[in-house]
């Protein structure tokens, strides 16, 4: 259970070039759990193992939920809480389950997806990603990213041979170097971060950053406090930019739930003689 | 189900009497052990029945062990799963094998746009490298000035630390009104930030108040809820990290 208000909006679309959506969310803002995943395949197995991933992890978690002595697939990350613990274990369970189900029919061979996963637990906002799909942080005037994808070029400019302008012009920037489902296991990247009221955290496929920069997703987060209306325009601008790709996004603005007590007893006590004398 | 792998690949396998021979890879799975069900029958007592596999994703080869009970070794290296490359040295018992994939080099050099189409996603991932902190991160670690805690000194191993009277906290406060969760200190990059909770307690940092949050600098002093801390970061040895 998250301590803080969530109020969110997401939006999936098709994209203008391609036949079908391979992108698939999740998005429950009383359990604090986002999910966005990007399927990949051929015919329609990409939106197989992307929806398989959407299935499992809320499922993984609410079984875990409910029965906190529920195994985690994987080894347990002392430095990370339970809470992320078990959200890595649910992304390998997802995993697990896609990696069978493409072994077994021969029209999903090869199928996989990326994820990214925000859960808010308490104060604590866990994060899972593989692949290319990715975490935003919306914090004051600046947009920070939370995740780093698992991609070819972007391993590329973490060892400098590639600048981060030439690496969104790159003919093989769609090669990731993780995904959901293509190996029997799978390493998942694991963040922690401590939220503060304010904070607006968005999760979208690469559809979205292909598209837009980084100054016009801030721009356009910061003109509305509806997130429905955020995410609606942010698919618009992808589309009018080009749309060769499917594009989901998910924006969270996180707020406390409602003034501390004494905030509250203060408000009732000076509220008083105004309802008395009306 | 086996592929038909376009430029195929071979194997040449030297076997430790001196005898050499070679072998097409154009069908995967490809096996290989000492039964001679195998598509590589090795004659070799250290070789097990089933011993390892070689497998296609998309247009990348892997070398899998099948549990086998001596192991599979590549440039010397013993694996569970390994995409291979050419000019690998595989070791299975007192066999060697040369992977040997020219083709796919020199046509990936001369027009790479043919290979990597621009819009489909593909996957080149490798096996797991473990999931791991990288062994020469800093660790922060919190001393106790003043105030009742736990103990009087904390390693700040994971990720996110909270401070509170909270079963989970890390830094425990054991006072009798200590609130449950008054901060919590977490890594971002290289180093640790400390940050405010709902609980709104006050914080400060050498003696002035934050908002929000606020990066640690060794040696740093933190008061909250009653405890006064100093913040300092060791290197992976446990040594002081010296101001730079």
Not at chain 2, 228 to 235: E, K, W, Y
Request: neutral net charge; hydrophobic residues 40%; contains cysteine.
């Amino acid at each position: 259970m998250h301590s803080l208000h969530v109020t969110h909006g997401a939006t999936s679309d098709v994209g203008l070039t391609r036949a079908h959506n391979e992108d698939r969310f999740h998005a429950d803002p009383s359990a604090g759990l986002f999910v966005v995943c990007d399927g990949m395949g051929g015919h329609r197995a990409g939106e197989v193992a992307s929806s398989r991933v959407i299935d499992i992890i809320p499922r993984h978690l609410a079984e875990a939920g409910a029965d906190p002595s529920l195994p985690l697939i994987g080894a347990a990350r002392p430095e990370f809480s339970s809470a992320t613990n078990r959200l890595a274990s649910a992304v390998r369970l997802a995993n697990h389950t896609v990696h069978q189900e493409a072994a077994r029919h021969a029209a999903y061979a090869g199928m996989g997806t990326t994820v990214v996963a925000a859960w808010l637990v308490g104060p604590i906002l866990s994060i899972a990603h593989v692949g290319d799909s990715r975490l935003y942080l919306i914090r004051g005037n600046t947009l920070q990213p939370l995740t780093a994808d698992h991609s070819l070029v972007q391993e590329q400019v973490q060892s400098g041979l590639l600048t981060a302008y030439d690496a969104t012009r790159a003919p093989h920037k769609h090669v990731l170097t993780r995904a959901v489902g293509v190996h029997p296991l799978v390493e998942v990247e694991l963040g922690e971060l401590p939220v503060l009221s304010g904070d607006i955290v968005l999760l979208c496929s690469d559809g979205l950053t292909a598209g837009l920069s980084a100054d016009t997703i801030l721009r356009v987060v910061q003109e509305s406090s509806d997130p429905q209306t955020v995410s609606d325009r942010l698919i618009a601008l992808s589309n009018a930019a080009g749309g060769t790709d499917n594009t989901t996004v998910i924006v969270a603005m996180l707020r406390h739930r409602k003034p501390g007590m004494w905030h509250r007893m203060c408000a009732q006590l000076f509220a008083a003689p105004t309802t008395a004398s009306s | 189900m086996s592929q038909h792998h376009p430029a195929s690949p071979t194997l040449l396998v030297k076997a430790p009497q001196g005898g050499t021979r070679e072998l097409d890879l154009s069908r995967t799975p490809f096996t290989i052990g000492r039964k001679p069900d195998n598509d590589l029958c090795l004659e070799d007592l250290a070789v097990s029945a089933h011993h390892a596999r070689i497998v296609q994703v998309q247009q990348v080869l892997f070398l899998e062990d099948l549990t086998s009970t001596n192991g599979t070794f590549v440039n010397e290296q013993k694996i569970d799963r390994r995409q291979l490359r050419d000019a690998d040295s595989i070791r299975l018992g007192r066999h060697r094998l040369i992977f040997r994939d020219t083709q796919t080099v020199t046509s990936a050099s001369a027009n790479p746009d043919d290979l990597l189409v621009a819009d489909k996603t593909m996957v080149v991932s490798r096996p797991m490298s473990g999931e791991r902190l990288p062994a020469e991160q800093k660790i922060g670690v919190v001393e106790i000035l003043s105030g009742k805690s736990g103990q009087s000194q904390y390693r700040l191993t994971k990720h996110v630390s909270l401070i509170g009277a909270q079963d989970d906290a890390v830094i425990t406060l054991t006072g009798w009104f200590a609130p449950k969760t008054a901060a919590m200190i977490s890594r971002r990059g290289e180093g640790y930030v400390v940050s405010q909770t709902e609980s709104g307690k006050r914080i400060l940092v050498n003696g002035r108040h934050i908002q929000g949050e606020h990066a640690l600098r060794n040696g740093d002093v933190v008061e909250v809820a009653g405890l006064t801390m100093r913040f300092l970061l060791r290197d992976p040895k446990g040594n002081l990290v010296q101001a730079s």
